[in-house]
């Protein structure tokens, strides 16, 4: 089952502009996370943000959550090359223990 | 240092030829994950647990195995690969359930021919 599902799926920007990816889900959510990775490595937790929390932030992040709409937004301001990476939200399901991810938005940020 | 370690980082076998890739985590985590990522599919979760001698199927069990005799190790075992377990392999670790970031380990890439 897809749950979290990003858009746009490719994103080319210059440095300094900014960035956002969006988020839709489609069961109940306890929390949703973003996670970033680099071209086959691990991937590296970015920020969660639970389903009582409508924003939050996290130095050039900012992530917002509409459980009305299911849907998340993660904003990066003032980009730079270093971010470019491949980015996923993932959420839980009110019951059990598994995480589903999206099949991410790939940002590249020229320099 | 915190982490999460797997091992082998890269694997070529042939279709049927038993494997295990282990992962390891130093943090004292409950939670343990194993994911596959493979191109246009994003990561899909295969099996979970939730602590020690607890396991639960992912989204894509078929085909694996797993157990978790300890806390620190969750390895993976796919007892008669095929060529479509070809993929990019990652395990995950968080203190406890779903409500804390995951730690992921650096990926096993299989190839069965």
């Known amino acids: 089952s897809q749950q979290g599902e990003e858009d746009p799926q490719a994103l080319s920007i210059q440095e300094g502009e900014n960035a956002t990816m969006n988020c839709s889900y489609k069961t109940s959510i306890n929390n949703l996370q973003w996670y970033r990775q680099n071209s086959g490595r691990g991937l590296v937790h970015l920020i969660l943000?639970?389903?009582?929390?409508r924003e939050k932030h996290s130095g050039r992040l900012r992530v917002t959550l509409d459980t009305s709409k299911k849907s998340s937004s993660l904003l990066i301001t003032a980009s730079r090359a270093a971010d470019t990476a491949s980015y996923f939200c993932a959420t839980d399901e009110n019951q059990g223990g598994k995480l589903i991810f999206g099949q991410g938005t790939e940002l590249s940020v020229k320099p | 240092e915190a982490q999460v370690t797997q091992n082998p980082r890269y694997l070529i076998t042939v279709t049927g030829k038993k494997l295990t890739v282990t992962c390891s985590q130093n943090?004292?985590?409950?939670?343990m994950s194993w994911y596959r990522q493979d191109p246009g599919l994003g990561l899909r979760q295969i099996y979970y647990?939730?602590?020690?001698?607890?396991?639960d199927k992912g989204d894509v069990p078929e085909g694996y195995k797993v157990s978790r005799k300890e806390k620190r190790n969750f390895p993976l075992i796919l007892e008669s690969p095929s060529p479509n377990q070809t993929s990019l392999y990652f395990c995950?670790?968080?203190?406890?359930?779903?409500?804390?970031?995951?730690?992921f380990g650096p990926g096993t890439r299989l190839t069965v021919l």
């Open positions: 943090m004292n985590h409950e939670y």
């Open positions: 943000i639970r389903s009582n929390e």
């Open positions: 995950a670790s968080s203190l406890r359930s779903l409500g804390n970031e995951q730690f």
């Open positions: 647990s939730m602590n020690v001698e607890v396991t």
